[in-house]
């Protein structure tokens, strides 16, 4: 009884800290905003570019929702991370963007956030 008890506690940890590419694109809204001086085209372009850095891999973009999905897959130090960006315009010279980022699972060494690391690479990928 005891062992049935304590492998239910680990299966329900994993679950608790799992995140997946669905779960994470309905979290709009809770995530890290930021506003931009471009317009929506040089934004998103800027955002796809971003979306491809440190080891992230793009499932979905679609340009004409503004959203992007992106994973990071399993590592030595961690079970990946679930990535979601939203592009907004605002008007013709400012567009929103916000980032999610969700451990896929338990951290093993590292929890990698990538919401500010996202942001400051597409405001880098703006000025060049």
């Known amino acids: 009884m ?11 940890l994993l679950v608790a800290g799992c995140s997946t590419p669905t779960s994470v694109s309905s ?3 809770h995530g890290t905003r930021q506003v931009f001086n471009a317009g929506y085209d040089r934004t998103w372009s800027a955002a796809v570019a971003a979306a491809q850095t ?60 990538w919401e500010q690391r996202i942001l400051a690479s597409i405001a880098a990928n703006l000025t060049t």
Do not use: C
């Open 54 to 113: 440190g080891d992230l891999t793009i499932l979905n973009a679609d340009k004409a929702t503004g959203y992007i999905s992106t994973r990071r897959n399993l590592r030595p130090e961690t079970f990946g991370e679930n990535v979601a960006i939203w592009v907004r315009p605002l008007d013709p010279v400012h567009t929103e963007v916000e980032v999610v980022s969700r451990q896929a699972g338990p951290p093993i060494l590292v929890m990698r956030n």
């Open 2 to 12: 005891k062992t049935m008890f304590v492998l239910f506690a680990a299966v329900l």
């Open 27 to 29: 979290l709009r809204g």
